[in-house]
């Protein structure tokens, strides 16, 4: 069931930071970041290209988050800066291949999922 791995949730005060990490399946994957808190539809939060080359994100979190990719682009990062409360959300990481400019905030174009990481942010 579980087809990712995410990393590096937790509790943290505002203003504070957390690195999440996802194992993308390969070097050729769109890798997205998304959250859902409770009560909330799933919104899209960053993405990145295969490449590491294109990066995209939520008006939300802009110059707050920084999505990356490591050198062999196998693992799929999000640093998470100045957090406020409500980012609290449980953020999944998603992959997949062949997803078109259109729909790469759109989580049913990825075909693989990872379980969830929580992310607490309160005083």
């Known amino acids: 069931q579980v087809q990712l791995l995410e990393s590096g949730g937790g509790s943290v005060q505002p203003g504070g930071s957390l690195r999440l990490s996802c194992a993308a399946p390969?070097?050729?994957?769109?890798v997205g970041w998304f959250r859902q808190a409770p009560g909330k539809e799933r919104e899209f939060v960053a993405g990145?290209?295969?490449?590491?080359?294109?990066?995209y994100y939520a008006d939300s979190v802009k110059g707050r988050f920084t999505i990356s990719r490591d050198n062999a682009m196998m693992t799929v990062f999000l640093q998470m800066n100045s957090l406020r409360p409500e980012d609290t959300a449980v953020y999944y990481c998603?992959?997949?291949?062949?997803?078109?400019?259109?729909?790469?905030?759109?989580?049913?174009?990825?075909?693989?999922w990872g379980q969830g990481t929580q992310v607490s942010v309160s005083s």
């Open positions: 390969g070097r050729t994957y769109t």
């Open positions: 990145i290209r295969a490449s590491g080359g294109h990066t």
């Open positions: 998603a992959a997949g291949s062949g997803i078109i400019l259109s729909n790469l905030r759109n989580g049913d174009a990825y075909a693989y």
